[in-house]
């Protein structure tokens, strides 16, 4: 059962940018660390961000880091994943996780949303 909402999502030509949204209308994203995960067809699950729940900090899988930025704005219970310097191999559904802790085993997060399409095309 999601209990996480997703949006954001769009298509975007080569060297664009999208801000994908994650909210959590049932109880208080804060008290969470907060992963991105991404899945392309054929593809694995795989972590792309997370921000952690107390101190805020932050963690970047290789592919995107210096192109994309994980925020939390805990007044609006959201969590943000700015992307930017788009490439068509970040083409995916993105989902957003909560967890007790920043880890990439999608495993260990216990509440998930539905995805949204990012598709980087020209």
């Known amino acids: 059962q999601s209990e996480l909402v997703e949006s954001g999502g769009g298509l975007v030509q080569p060297g664009g940018s999208l801000r994908l949204s994650c909210t959590a209308p049932?109880?208080?994203?804060?008290?969470?660390?907060v992963g991105w995960f991404r899945q392309a067809p054929g593809k694995e699950r795989e972590g792309v961000s997370c921000i952690s729940r107390s101190d805020g900090i932050t963690g970047y899988a290789d592919s995107v880091k210096g192109r994309f930025t994980i925020s939390r704005d805990n007044a609006k219970n959201t969590v943000y994943l700015q992307m930017n310097s788009l490439k068509p191999e970040d083409t995916a559904v993105y989902y957003c996780?909560?967890?007790?802790?920043?880890?990439?085993?999608?495993?260990?997060?216990?509440?998930w949303g539905h995805g949204t399409q990012v598709t980087v095309s020209s």
């Open positions: 049932g109880f208080t994203l804060e008290y969470y660390a």
């Open positions: 996780a909560a967890g007790r802790h920043c880890t990439t085993n999608p495993l260990e997060y216990k509440y």
